[in-house]
């Protein structure tokens, strides 16, 4: 490019007198359209013809100076390269492209005609309008040509008029885009080129318009909403725009200046509230003020409340020596003021908070009591006991029971979720294992009459659900949905949810008839089933094709239907897929032309003037895919789509298991949820340690987290409730921007974590449709609990041998976080696995593409000789410990967690069996559904249970265990509580 033309940045305006002719051309859209222009000038062109054509103008410009006055008169425009912004696919309407003559000085030499065509044409819709404006030669090159007969058609190709085209030979393109992408041929390809040595006819104006414009998209591609961004904002211009936008409208902006903004306030709690939530209530500050008098009689004010505070640690870092390691840790402090006559006392001091409640615990509990009125205040209505007088009857009574039925505390808990489901359309029980939820669920079916019901659990509860479903609850039928389609070697789908519908609908409509009571239906489904889809691989034949990038034949996958080689668009270029495996992301159909009936827009047959069908070409439609093994849908999909309102009440049980935001068991619990008319969810904890732990779960379920919370908003609900720490760097004797500006080169923050810890004044969010059940609530007599933890030595030669692992791979987790895993899980391993040989292994990573180039040995582990002992300190003490316990009638249950390839299970039975203990091992090979039918069958056998804690946390009674051992902790909280 010359001097003066880099002066200009490739800048040549439209002559007035062409853009007033292109205007001629084009018939206005029948409701507003959209015109962007990607390089926007002065804005006067795009200015221009949207304001004749009814079209928003939107634009980039890269100059300050023009973009200021393109500013003025567009609707929208950037001040930045186009390479900087962000539009989304298909939003546009109308592109229209005058881009810079000249080669990219820094992107290998390509010419920007051909770039800025390849980057924006995604932009616009399908059907939409593009207006070209280039140098005639452009025409030439086989890219260009490639792209608009691929990419467009109806093309109309005209030169500037006499007096205009000497200056710089251009020419205009009119165009539409494309409904789906053509291979063009070579006879179109050459055609396109030659026109750039052709004597062109000069554009003249239209006597009627020949293109007419779409009306803008409400939505992008694939329903995506609409935006046009720049990803480049200097510090200055974020200041400049938060003026004009407004900084003070942001929800950052709000929770900063309301810090509580977000928190909710208790209004109603489900049941009459413990000891634990109040003192929660008032460190939270929910209490309110508490009017109280003091020990001598005179009056004084009360008010808690939590705050968060950030305490800072230092260290020196281990790869720098002059750089410190800053660490930033919230942690949440309660308070409590005190105003009395003679002033006010302000206690945050764990012992005088102890002392205060010890003299005034019992009158706050009384106030808190009185502001708090239960929904259900253990008052149940006549209808309500006399539908849980029927409960349970058939079941033997447990002992201290005068007859058969449910617990006092089962009836009082069943009839306060019955009310919060009334009331807010959702409930959750958080009990202790032994508790019995599953029975307390059955009777908050009878309350509600939610018949039909669906249970969603987990696949080896199916069989106790449906087995305690039919004791409880007199006349139940229960009944499991296994599936909706059919495996590899059946004829004909099933469907068992229509199945159960429809047998449903028909027994409901005989007893309606006869006058016979109404049908108590239970459906009951495995989350595995229910998220379960179809299993399907590529299906493509293999032909012979030229790759027009180099010219080579290849094996190119090709349509089994038509036959016509399949391609895709890559950088611009339109190339034959030769790798099956790059159609197996998702399933595609074919979309070569074929002869045949055309189809409209809409997939119906294109009609003509005499309504007769078309004959000419249409996609073939073919699928490039095959159905695998078993041909599966979603029950849960297809319930929301098939069966909205079906069934009135959802029972998720062991819900924590549906707490990830995007995963198949997350979003086939919510789906269930947006298509039952009420929920119920059981857990033994909702908590995994984290305050997002429950996030999610919560923003399915409660309508005051969403209003509060979108559902990306995890790091600002985190930021309310939850503890994050945050870490920096800075060198050590550089304190000239301790005022909180960082500079570039002086200190970095990373993003904060979160780690384990919650604020107190979660239990807003809960209260409300929640209750707290534990086993002491039963009133029944339970033998007495307690938790030890034992600490013992190694021996001399396992602890050399283990500290010297330990430092190792410390340090290289230190140098690369990609170890920290394997440092991780061979420290809290070897201990347990000494008595054999083992090699610590570690992965070989490519730094290009992030992929695992070989396994790499590390280190050897020699397995450690007990120095004449037979067994390792852990293994005897295993041993003694459970002979003990079988001394006192006590069976022991021993959980480990190396179970898969490095299994020590075997190990571990070997010095019990040596005591003469009589032990099993329960592995995951034994079916879920049959896991306590096995216990069941062993346990009047056997001293010992050997296991996998994942395998029994949920639903399996073992009370024949007195005793359990963690001889390997776990690392989930909510799945060591649980087993």
């Known amino acids: 490019m010359r001097p003066p033309a880099i002066e200009r940045m490739g800048y040549y305006p439209t002559d007035e007198p062409v853009v007033e002719i292109i205007r001629t051309y084009l018939k206005p859209p029948s409701e507003r359209g959209r015109l962007f222009d990607p390089c926007a000038g002065e804005g006067k062109a795009a200015s221009s013809l949207g304001n004749a054509l009814n079209c928003e103008t939107w634009g980039v410009e890269l100059s300050p100076e023009r973009a200021g006055k393109a500013q003025n008169v567009m609707d929208k425009v950037f001040q930045a390269p186009w390479q900087a912004c962000v539009l989304s696919d298909e939003s546009i309407s109308w592109l229209y492209l005058n881009p810079p003559y000249d080669f990219d000085r820094f992107e290998g030499q390509k010419r920007l005609e051909w770039d800025f065509l390849k980057t924006t044409t995604s932009k616009l819709m399908r059907g939409g309008l593009l207006t070209y404006i280039i140098p005639q030669k452009i025409l030439g090159m086989i890219e260009v040509a490639r792209f608009l007969a691929g990419h467009y058609e109806a093309i109309t190709i005209y030169r500037f008029p006499d007096g205009l085209y000497e200056k710089f030979k251009q020419v205009v393109v009119l165009a539409y885009k494309r409904k789906l992408y053509q291979l063009p041929t070579d006879k179109e390809i050459l055609s396109l080129q030659s026109l750039a040595s052709t004597e062109l006819e000069p554009i003249h104006s239209a006597v009627e318009p020949i293109y007419e414009l779409l009306p803008a998209p409400l939505r992008g591609a694939n329903g995506k909403p609409v935006v046009l961004k720049r990803t480049d904002w200097e510090p200055e211009e974020v200041v400049e725009a938060t003026k004009e936008a407004g900084v003070h409208k942001t929800s950052d902006w709000l929770d900063l200046i309301r810090p509580t903004r977000g928190l909710a306030q208790l209004s109603q709690p489900v049941m009459p509230l413990k000891k634990g939530h109040i003192a929660m209530l008032m460190a939270s500050g929910m209490m309110g003020t508490v009017k109280l008098t003091d020990e001598e009689g005179r009056p004084m004010l009360i008010k808690g409340r939590v705050i968060k505070v950030v305490e800072k640690t230092e260290q020196p870092d281990a790869k720098e020596a002059d750089t410190v390691v800053e660490t930033y840790k919230d942690r949440f402090v309660t308070t409590v003021a005190v105003l009395k006559q003679d002033g006010i006392q302000v206690i945050q001091d764990v012992k005088g908070l102890s002392e205060f409640m010890k003299v005034h615990g019992e009158k706050i509990a009384a106030h808190v009591l009185e502001t708090y009125k239960p929904i259900y205040n253990l008052d149940p209505t006549a209808n309500e006991i006399s539908a849980l007088d029927r409960l349970g009857t058939q079941r033997k009574a447990l002992p201290g029971q005068e007859r058969a039925g449910l617990l006092p505390a089962q009836r009082h808990a069943a009839a306060a979720l019955a009310r919060s489901i009334r009331r807010n359309g959702v409930a959750n029980c958080q009990a202790e294992m032994g508790t019995g939820k599953t029975t307390i669920s059955t009777g908050v079916i009878e309350l509600l009459d939610a018949y039909p019901a669906i249970v969603l659990c987990p696949p080896h509860l199916v069989p106790k659900w449906i087995r305690e479903i039919e004791e409880v609850i007199p006349g139940a039928y229960a009944r499991e949905i296994r599936r909706i389609g059919r495996n590899s070697d059946e004829v004909y789908d099933v469907n068992d949810v229509r199945e159960f519908l429809d047998q449903y609908k028909a027994a409901y409509d005989t007893a309606q008839k006869k006058g016979g009571s109404k049908p108590k239906w239970v459906a009951v489904v495995a989350h595995t089933s229910a998220k379960f889809g179809a299993g399907w691989q590529p299906a493509v034949i293999t032909r012979k094709a030229r790759d027009p990038l180099t010219g080579k034949i290849v094996d190119a996958c090709a349509c089994p239907g038509c036959g016509k080689v399949v391609m895709v668009e890559k950088d611009g270029f339109v190339v034959p897929i030769t790798d099956a495996s790059e159609l197996a992301e998702k399933r595609q159909f074919c979309h070569n032309q074929i002869p045949g009936w055309e189809l409209d827009a809409n997939g119906r047959a294109k009609l003509d003037a005499n309504g007769d069908s078309v004959w000419g070409t249409r996609p073939c439609g073919t699928p490039l895919f095959e159905f695998n093994g078993a041909r599966r849908h979603s029950i849960s999909e297809y319930i929301t789509k098939h069966a909205k309102g079906a069934f009135k009440l959802l029972i998720a049980d062991e819900v924590h298991q549906f707490k990830s935001k995007s995963s198949d068991r997350g979003v086939a619990f919510h789906q269930l949820v947006t298509a039952v008319k009420w929920t119920l969810t059981l857990t033994g904890t909702f908590f995994g340690g984290k305050s997002t732990s429950i996030f999610w779960l919560l923003h399915r379920l409660n309508h005051g987290v969403r209003r509060d919370f979108a559902f990306h908003d995890e ?265």
């Open 715 to 979: 790091k600002r609900w985190a930021r309310l409730y939850g503890v994050l720490e945050t870490t920096r760097r800075r060198r050590r004797y550089d304190d000239a921007d301790e005022d909180g500006v960082y500079t570039g080169n002086r200190r970095y923050r990373n993003q904060a974590k979160e780690q384990p810890g919650v604020s107190p004044a979660i239990v807003s969010r809960l209260l409300d449709t929640t209750i707290f059940l534990s086993l002491k609530d039963l009133n029944l007599a339970l033998p007495s609990y307690k938790e030890e933890v034992v600490a013992l030595d190694m021996l001399d030669d396992q602890g050399q041998q283990y500290h010297s692992m330990d430092s190792g791979l410390k340090q290289l987790a230190i140098q690369s976080s990609r170890y920290l895993s394997t440092w991780l899980q061979w420290t809290l391993a070897r201990p347990n696995s000494a008595f054999r040989d083992e090699v610590v292994v570690v992965d070989e990573v490519d730094d290009d593409d992030g992929k695992t180039v070989r396994k790499v040995p590390l280190m050897e582990l020699p397995a450690i000789n007990p120095n004449g002992h037979k067994w390792l300190p852990k293994e005897n003490w295993l041993a003694d410990f459970c002979k003990v316990e079988k001394q006192q009638g006590r069976k022991v249950l021993v959980y480990v967690r190396q179970t898969g390839t490095r299994d020590i299970q075997d190990r571990v039975m070997m010095p019990l069996q040596a005591t003469g203990l009589r032990v099993s091992i329960l592995s995951g090979n034994v079916d879920p559904r049959k896991r306590e039918e096995w216990i069941a069958k062993r346990v009047n056998t056997i001293d010992v249970l050997i296991c996998n804690p994942r395998l029994v946390e949920t639903g399996l009674d073992l009370v024949q265990f007195s005793t359990v051992v963690f001889f390997e902790i776990e690392y989930s909280l909510v799945r060591r509580m649980t087993a």
